[in-house]
């Protein structure tokens, strides 16, 4: 079973506007991660966040991180076309072992 | 290094016959894991393995699926008999520590006809 959901499923934006995506998860967590998915391609990772940390940046890329509520969010600041892509949120649950699981993940299209 | 690499990039076969998806790792990664990607169910874990041994296999849908990681440099996951069903995009993904972030492959999307 999923651990996060994310939300919006789907977000359509023109060039240049922010996005903001969010995930909610279900137990406690070690870390979690975002990913991002090009149609067709593999995943892949843009930036982990730690339980005990509460914000992460990474170039236009802002990570947010409440554990009380078991939530994070991702945002994309000055968004561009080539943002276009998949997001997906993903966790490492505290449950003693290694697993990584993924959110339903959120598609989001970047208008020229 | 080339990455995780997966083989075939693409399978189409008819139901029943037996298929086998193919992963080598980054070298030196310690972690390896199989997911299945469908427009239903998402991204879903099967299995993963730690210094070659399956750790969990809790999300192996049936006795119809099977992994093996011989060595550290492949594994593979086999379907048999295979089912329309099973119809997804199938990852496989490594890493080198217990709780870093994760490398893919570009996947094998299969088609059971």
């Not at chain 2, 990681?69 to 329309?84: C, G, R």
Request: with cysteine; aromatic share 8%.
């Amino acid at each position: 079973s999923q651990q996060g959901e994310e939300d919006p499923q789907a977000l359509s934006i023109q060039e240049g506007e922010n996005a903001t995506m969010n995930c909610s998860y279900k137990t406690s967590i070690n870390n979690l991660q975002w990913y991002r998915q090009n149609s067709g391609r593999g995943l892949v990772h843009l930036i982990l966040i730690r339980s005990n940390e509460r914000e992460k940046h990474s170039g236009r890329l802002r990570v947010t991180l409440d554990t009380s509520k078991k939530s994070s969010s991702l945002l994309i600041t000055a968004s561009r076309a080539a943002d276009t892509a998949s997001y997906f949120c993903a966790t490492d649950p505290n449950t003693g072992g290694f697993k990584t699981i993924f959110g339903a993940g959120t598609r989001l299209f970047v208008k020229a | 290094d080339a990455g995780v690499i997966q083989s075939p990039r693409h399978e189409v076969t008819e139901m029943g016959q037996e298929v086998t998806l193919r992963c080598k790792p980054i070298s030196g990664h310690d972690y390896l894991f199989w997911y299945r990607q469908t427009m239903m169910r998402g991204l879903e874990l099967l299995i993963y393995f730690n210094n070659n041994v399956p750790i969990d296999d809790s999300g192996m849908p049936e006795d119809r699926f099977s992994a093996k990681m011989p060595n550290a440099s492949f594994s593979t996951l086999k379907i048999q008999p295979s089912e329309p069903r099973d119809s997804a995009v199938y990852f496989c993904a490594s890493r080198p520590g217990g709780r870093e972030k994760l490398f893919f492959g570009s996947g094998t999307q299969l088609s059971v006809l």
